[in-house]
């Protein structure tokens, strides 16, 4: 009895969060999509929607940039996760970790290097015009949008797919060879499909992602899609125009559609393993002419997805650059402004730290209990939690000014909205649907029937969690950690409506206040930087650990 | 799980002694770090005792941010660009009255006033449009500077420059407002779309103008001066100009009601127009144009005067109450016709710049007559200036929520259903114009 005691209530504690800190803000703001002038309910503004071309045009393009991004990103994602998980290849934790830096796009100054380098008049083309006399058109239009996108979410698929391949038992392994199976097919028949949760995972974030994203549209200027139409008429015509949040409803239910979509490619399929034996799968070693080939493709995928952050790093130490393929002069200067302004390193550290510890908690209790316990309204906990991919970052920050404002801390008498911990719970209801879906993956392949005996023999829930599943589950809860974490620190849309003082205010935010000037290009670029490398070091650390406890069990199964 | 713990833990350690803080003076500003950092340090200096907390938000976000907190209002004083974000927290009662006593400031800059006539706000730098360009941009593709507006809309620059949104930004609406009032309704959205036709972009910022002109990414880009000014002052290979159509408009601050410290805001708003205040616009960072006639004898060289050059900003009476009441409608109308169809349009004039090259010298008769009809459709408007105008009408585009009986005339009438309409009438006339070029070609 105790158990069910102790999930029903947890389970409804996380629902009363997502509520609260989800639910309410949103619904404080959307319902104005569902009014008429009179403030009577109507559904006539979603017919206005449907009325208009450039809407439907806009609902056209965002699901062709989503899907055709996905397609991309698994073109960048597959080989690097293969070659790595599945060989003996040297340098595949830092491989690995490099992979997954394209998340963190700090804002506005990453746009600026993109541009600088793929722009067209940016490095790329400059040499190209210089030497062969054309230019590729990298960051113009839908096909600009696919290219930016795929290049900043392609790690998603990565990190979830890494998670799956080291998840797969290697004794499936073994026995399909010892039945004969080999090469080809036995990548078809058994590590294709054992890897699927991850890999779903991970493409149904990047389809989320990038069919809610805001950013890259808007950095290269194209409209014509639903999330910076959202943006631009809550921003323009006033946070009270209804066709903004009608647009918003609509991304939230595409959202959540896909959201079941991908559920039902996973469904009726058992993708549990029994044993945890030897974990990951058999390291085999290259033939010598296709190390050489594949050294060649992950570094050129590295090359290429890394780019941004290579020219990134030549603004935060560049003067001037205009117009030519390198600045002009490289100086330190710009890391001055970081060291006098170091507080925004230190907010963000530990904002996006708390956020994401929390992200990973709730991410484990709310994938437990909706894959392994029959209480009711299960899946609704996923799907809220879910939906918060699909909300404007500006229409969730105002959300929490609306419901959080009036009411006062009990200690000194100020708005409970302008705490500094109201930043870190948003940033956790942005980032939990990264944690979720890498514990949603990860709990899929553990079999319960690992529970159900330690069950029998008498274990208690909570020595059953501590003792079978957050050990076999460490590799997610770290990926979800690491996803939520990084991502968070260069967040600003919903973070930038509840600053309150610049002394609590997190990274993302110097880096926007230095943008908007000419000068503060090379300081801002130097921001980016150090955020950059504070969640490649952390990265690169945890993939450590994951790797590291991989060994160890390799080794106990092996005595 | 214990190293995560562990590691969780000493960040918390190693930055909780970041959160406490203290303030005498908090300022919600749209300015950026190197306008704001200095007035804070210069002013701290002058006074030990008051401590500046500034704010920085986005002009929309900051207004958004004072509405909502102004039940339990802790923010002394609202600090930003445009005028027309005042004219929003006057109307709705957010603000304070406040007059400086620092003497020695004009009435006027340009045709525009300094100060809000009911001293709700007060004008502390000023401001106006301008074309400023890529020097290394011009000499790869063989361009010249331009000079005034008009020279935007010429073929050369097809593809080559940029403009922010007027409803992306105050300054820019201020812009397109002058364009129209200088030129005519009609005349005015002609022009704007002609140079509209160049664009390479719109860009959802107003800071994405100078930081596509400075990367090279388009060539000569709309900006408001200061912008222009600070890129060449940073060491931007950039210039900048005038044209005669511009206006001139002052960035203002003003007092919250009920703001907390109400005398040190009143304090901050003197020290902006003192001498020393006045002064750090200079800054090659800033560079913004002072109010104080006085401190332009400190200016470099080449820094433009709107106090002794009366060519700037003075060629248009801005009339402020036309501009007011159909704020909205202009920006709504912007993006319906530009913004959002800027792919269409560009087809459109390109394929009239393809059949005026062609045409040439020739006196094909059916052939201009063609051509002209073509342009004539482009420039082709939605709405007469009448119904523009027409403050009923006017009343579906406010930003607070509309109630059917506020609207009256046109009740039951949608923004969202008025702008499907017109979307439809300019993608109809612009790819009807690609027809008429088409034809005028085949004529030839």
């Known amino acids: 009895m105790f158990k069910n005691l102790f999930l029903k209530s947890t389970a409804l504690f996380i629902g009363l969060f997502l509520l609260i800190f989800l639910a309410v803000p949103i619904f404080q703001v959307f319902y104005v999509s569902f009014l008429d002038q009179n403030g009577h309910f109507t559904l006539l503004n979603f017919y206005d929607f449907f009325q208009n071309a ?506 | 799980m214990k190293k995560i713990l562990v590691l969780f833990i000493s960040f918390v350690l190693f930055a909780s002694n970041v959160l406490a803080n203290s303030g005498n003076v908090v300022i919600v500003t749209s300015f950026p770090k190197d306008l704001s950092g200095q007035f804070k340090a210069a002013f701290e200096a002058k006074y030990p005792n008051i401590t500046v907390e500034v704010v920085g938000k986005k002009t929309t976000a900051g207004i958004k941010y004072i509405q909502e907190t102004s039940s339990n209002n802790g923010t002394d004083l609202f600090w930003a660009s445009a005028p027309d974000a005042f004219e929003v927290l006057k109307g709705d009662d957010l603000l304070a009255k406040y007059t400086s006593k620092v003497e020695g400031i004009p009435d006027l800059v340009g045709s525009y006033p300094i100060n809000d006539p009911q001293g709700f706000y007060t004008g502390f730098a000023a401001a106006g449009y301008g074309m400023m360009w890529n020097t290394r941009y011009l000499k790869a593709n063989n361009l010249p500077a331009p000079k005034e507006w008009i020279d935007m809309a010429d073929p050369i620059y097809f593809g080559h420059t940029g403009m922010s949104a007027p409803s992306r930004s105050g300054t820019t609406h201020l812009t397109v407002e002058t364009l129209l009032q200088g030129d005519g309704f009609d005349a005015g959205w002609g022009k704007m779309k002609s140079i509209a036709a160049n664009f390479k972009t719109v860009t959802a910022r107003s800071f994405g103008v100078p930081d596509g002109v400075n990367s090279g990414d388009f060539g000569v880009g709309i900006v408001i001066d200061f912008f222009g000014l600070s890129s060449i002052g940073s060491g931007f290979p950039v210039g900048f100009v005038y044209p005669t159509v511009t206006t001139l408009v002052p960035a203002n601050i003003g007092v919250i009601k009920n703001a907390p410290n109400e005398k040190n805001a009143q304090l901050f708003i003197d020290f902006l127009l003192t001498p020393e205040g006045q002064e750090i616009l200079l800054d090659p960072k800033i560079r913004r144009l002072p109010v104080n006639p006085k401190t332009y004898a400190k200016a470099p060289k080449d820094f433009p005067n709107p106090f002794k050059d009366s060519s700037i900003g003075a060629a248009v009476k801005f009339d402020v109450q036309l501009s007011k009441g159909r704020y909205n409608l202009v920006n709504s109308l912007f993006d319906v016709m530009i913004t959002y169809r800027l792919d269409d349009l560009r087809a459109a004039m390109s394929a009239i710049y393809k059949a005026e090259a062609k045409l040439g010298n020739s006196s094909n008769a059916k052939a201009k007559k063609l051509i002209a009809e073509a342009r004539a459709l482009v420039s082709a408007l939605p709405i007469t200036e009448a119904k523009a105008n027409d403050a009923e009408f006017n009343k579906i585009f406010k930003k607070k929520r509309k109630k059917a009986k506020d609207i009256e005339k046109y009740a039951g009438t949608r923004q969202a259903e008025v702008e499907a309409e017109w979307d439809k009438f300019v993608i109809d006339n612009y790819s009807n114009a690609i027809k008429k070029a088409e034809e005028a070609i085949k004529a030839l």
């Not at chain 1, 028949?189 to 069919?211: E, N, Q, T």
């Open chain 1, 54 to 559: 450039l809407f439907i045009e806009s609902f056209y393009n965002s699901f062709y940039v989503a899907s055709m991004s996905v397609v991309l990103a698994s073109v960048f994602a597959l080989p690097l996760a293969y070659f790595t998980s599945r060989f003996n290849f040297r340098g595949s934790v830092i491989i690995q970790s490099l992979g997954f830096i394209p998340l963190i796009m700090p804002p506005f100054v990453g746009a600026v290097a993109m541009k600088l380098l793929f722009g067209s008049n940016g490095s790329i083309n400059l040499i190209l015009n210089d030497w062969f006399g054309f230019k590729i058109p990298f960051m113009e239009g839908l096909n600009g949008v696919i290219f930016v996108e795929s290049i900043h979410y392609f790690p998603f698929i990565l990190i979830n797919l890494i998670t799956s391949l080291n998840n797969i038992d290697r004794t499936m392994e073994e026995s399909a060879q010892s039945l004969g199976s080999k090469g080809f097919g036995l990548f078809r028949k058994i590590v294709l499909p054992l890897s699927m949760p991850g890999y779903v995972a991970g493409a149904s974030l990047v389809f989320l992602k990038v069919f809610d994203d805001l950013g890259t549209p808007l950095l290269l200027d194209v409209n014509n899609m639903l999330a910076p139409q959202a943006y631009l008429r809550i921003s323009s015509i006033g946070i009270n125009d209804p066709m903004g949040y009608v647009i918003g409803v609509i991304l939230v239910l595409t959202s959540i559609a896909a959201v079941y979509v991908a559920k039902l490619a996973l469904g009726g399929k058992d993708y549990s393993m029994l044993q945890k034996g030897g974990g990951g799968m058999i390291k085999r070693d290259f033939l010598p002419y296709q190390k050489y080939l594949a050294y060649f493709v992950v570094f050129f995928i590295l090359f290429l997805v890394l780019s941004p952050h290579i020219a990134l790093t030549l603004l935060s130490f560049g003067t001037i650059w205009s117009f030519s393929v390198l600045p002009d002069a490289f100086t330190v200067q710009h890391y001055k402004a970081v060291f006098e302004n170091s507080v925004f390193i230190k907010n963000t550290m530990l904002y996006c730290s708390i956020a994401a510890f929390i992200d990973v908690v709730l991410a484990f209790f709310i994938s437990y209990i909706v894959l392994r316990t029959k209480i009711i309204g299960r899946q609704l906990l996923d799907y809220i939690a879910m939906s918060a991919l699909a909300i404007p970052g500006l229409v969730l920050g105002i959300g929490y000014l609306r419901t959080f404002y009036s009411i006062n801390l009990p200690w000194d008498n100020t708005p409970l909205a302008s705490w500094w911990f109201m930043i870190v719970i948003i940033l956790a209801v942005r980032r939990l649907p990264y944690a979720l879906r890498a514990c949603n993956a990860v709990l899929m392949q553990i079999s319960k029937y690992l529970e159900e005996s330690a069950e029998s023999l008498g274990a208690q829930k909570i020595s059953i969690f501590r003792k079978i599943l957050i050990p076999l589950m460490t590799g997610g809860l770290l990926a979800g950690f690491i996803t939520s974490f990084s991502t968070a620190t260069v967040e600003l849309s919903a973070t930038i409506m509840l600053v309150s003082t610049e002394s609590e205010a997190p990274l993302a935010y110097a880096i926007y206040s230095y943008m908007q000037t000419a000068a503060g290009r090379g300081p801002g670029a130097a921001f980016g930087l150090i955020g950059v490398l504070i969640v490649a070091v952390g990265t690169y650390l945890s993939q450590l650990i994951i790797e590291k406890k991989y060994k160890q069990r390799g080794m106990e199964a092996k005595v």
